[in-house]
């Protein structure tokens, strides 16, 4: 039996840590390495227990993962005390307790027993040996100055490009950010990691910081409104609508005349020999308006000629 406990804790433990390679602290970016297996569900690691409060190590140990307890489940039978956690995963294969083969039974009362115990805990920071000197009295403020206060830590960005379509961003497969830092600076770092993955508002896929300006404006479902024919057209297929769009202007070579692009086929060759024939009737109009404008214009240069050479006679 109590090989088989051994076995299913390291088993456990496995687990514990396969999942706290994926912890996110702050933004889905913060993880540190050096925590022996910390989060909401597991127990805290007896190495961050007040050395005064060793003396109840046996009372608060989970059977399984040998942690302190977090979440208590009692068995009602043997009194061992369990990770609501650890006991769970057990229970899904194993309907018995794993100490003493009966079925087990959550006891209320020897859990408030224990929680009663642990309430009387002290833990050090995670970061103590950074240089924390904050203690804790519950494994809640242990968790939230951890996770949202400590700026002693050092933590690494968890930013990772797994796998992307796209042939421009392949290169990015599988590379991690490098950045490590405190919690501040992991807290400002994280807003603009060029790993981040952000959400394309247009196809709701994610795609890394780096890229996803380019993928937005290549992106399929990124709709543009025609301005002529005010209709929503993908922003890569916009400018082939426009050498169709019906509501376009367009300009006739031949006659300089414009007409919407929906109306090609009423513009014919006899059109658009009437407007060409109109053109020049307009033209020929202007230009019998301009000759008789100089024309008045010679005439007037002609009369103060005239009258200069008068003036010069009855000088002399």
Wanted: proline share 2%.
């Amino acid at each position: 039996m109590n090989r088989q406990i051994k076995n299913y804790s390291k088993t456990v433990r496995h687990n514990l840590e396969s999942k706290n390679s994926k912890i996110n602290v702050t933004d889905n970016l913060l993880f540190s390495r050096h925590i022996d297996w910390i989060s909401k569900e597991e127990g805290i690691s007896f190495s961050y227990l007040l050395p005064s409060c060793m003396n109840i190590k046996e009372l608060i140990k989970c059977a399984i993962c040998l942690n302190i307890i977090n979440n208590v489940k009692a068995c009602s039978i043997c009194l061992n005390g369990f990770c609501s956690y650890c006991i769970d995963i057990w229970l899904k294969t194993n309907k018995n307790c794993p100490c003493c083969k009966s079925t087990f039974e959550n006891d209320e009362k020897i859990v408030r027993q224990k929680n009663n115990i642990l309430d009387t805990c002290l833990y050090y920071c995670v970061n103590h040996q950074n240089g924390c000197q904050k203690t804790f009295n519950s494994q809640k403020s242990f968790f939230n100055h951890f996770k949202n206060e400590c700026i002693h830590g050092k933590y690494e960005c968890n930013s990772i490009i797994y796998s992307y379509n796209l042939s421009p961003i392949n290169f990015y497969q599988g590379r991690k950010c490098t950045f490590k830092g405190n919690l501040n600076e992991i807290k400002i770092h994280s807003k603009n990691c060029g790993l981040k993955e952000i959400m394309c508002r247009c196809c709701e896929k994610k795609f890394p910081l780096i890229v996803i300006k380019q993928h937005c404006d290549d992106c399929y479902n990124n709709l543009i409104l025609c301005q002529y024919c005010h209709l929503n057209f993908p922003h890569i297929q916009l400018k082939a609508h426009y050498l169709e769009c019906p509501e376009i202007e367009i300009n006739c070579v031949k006659c300089n005349q414009k007409y919407l692009r929906k109306k090609k086929n009423n513009h014919s060759d006899i059109q658009c020999l009437e407007n060409r024939y109109s053109a020049i009737m307009r033209d020929n109009l202007d230009l019998k308006k301009e000759v008789n404008q100089l024309k008045t214009k010679v005439k007037d240069l002609e009369e103060i000629i005239n009258t200069l050479k008068n003036n010069e006679k009855n000088k002399n």
